[in-house]
């Protein structure tokens, strides 16, 4: 049973949303409607939903401020799925939410076909998760890994440790391998042991360690060369995986030499 909220400053299109949801099919236990995304945090902070459509452009906060908090403030395995509603007008910006990790995105008028297809996707989703109760975590389901999910998993592994050094993201690779976000980020934890953003920033401190290790390159370098955009969310990375600055590494690498 999904718990799922509605973000739409319009009156009777929230309405018409909550309608063809309920007609939809997909099993639901609550629908929440709100205003607009201010409304949306109010919920949000208080209880878990498994799903967000929010519309683009609203008055106090709109779609896009909304799936920013809801990236920047909650936890990935407890996030809800996010899916965008504009105009055709506002298309572009709608695209921008795909940064927030938006699984899909609506036009408006909203097509009642369109909006079942969107529905069963993230119940696809829910189901991958471990089916039953709504706002389920990830990390409590059993993921079976096929040889297929094997392969895509050793590809976007490679992947990762031939592209450390760019701005990369967890969407970025799921797309790689041709795998929706929430489900490639349960099947990355069972694969590797680690979830995705621990296992990149691993991988970019190990290689920053050879690095202030074995060449002269300064701090700034070292930083950019494995992806981090400045040098000081570097040190502060590095030394909360390490327990030294990476000055104070380079110093014990050379006292050992």
Not at 40 to 54: I, N
Not at 69 to 89: K, T
Not at 160 to 181: L, Q
Not at 198 to 209: A, F, N, Q, V
Request: aromatic share 10%.
């Amino acid at each position: 049973m999904r718990k799922i909220l509605i973000v739409e400053d319009e009156k009777m299109i929230r309405y018409g949303i909550y309608v063809m949801i309920e007609e939809s099919g997909v099993s639901c236990r609550e629908i929440t409607e709100c205003r607009n995304g201010k409304e949306a945090l109010g919920f949000l902070e208080k209880d878990r939903y498994d799903l967000v459509l929010t519309d683009v452009r609203m008055p106090v906060m709109n779609g896009l401020e909304l799936a920013e908090w809801i990236f920047e403030n909650m936890e990935e395995e407890s996030r809800p799925l996010i899916v965008a509603i504009s105009g055709y007008a506002e298309f572009e910006y709608a695209k921008g939410m795909m940064r927030y990790k938006a699984m899909d995105y609506l036009l408006k008028p909203v097509d009642r076909k369109e909006l079942n297809r969107v529905l069963w996707n993230a119940e696809e989703i829910f189901r991958a998760r471990g089916g039953g109760g709504g706002a389920e975590n990830p990390e409590d389901t059993q993921i079976t890994l096929t040889s297929v999910s094997k392969n895509k998993m050793q590809k976007a592994v490679d992947y990762i440790r031939k592209n450390y050094g760019n701005p990369i993201d967890m969407a970025e690779v799921s797309n790689y391998v041709s795998m929706n976000y929430s489900m490639f980020s349960s099947t990355f934890k069972e694969y590797t042991g680690e979830n995705f953003s621990t296992y990149l920033k691993k991988l970019r401190i190990e290689k920053s360690r050879r690095l202030l290790g074995n060449t002269d390159m300064n701090i700034n370098e070292i930083a950019g060369k494995v992806g981090f955009e400045d040098a000081r969310h570097f040190g502060k990375v590095f030394k909360e995986m390490t327990g030294m600055t990476p000055t104070a590494c380079r110093e014990d690498a050379r006292q050992k030499k």
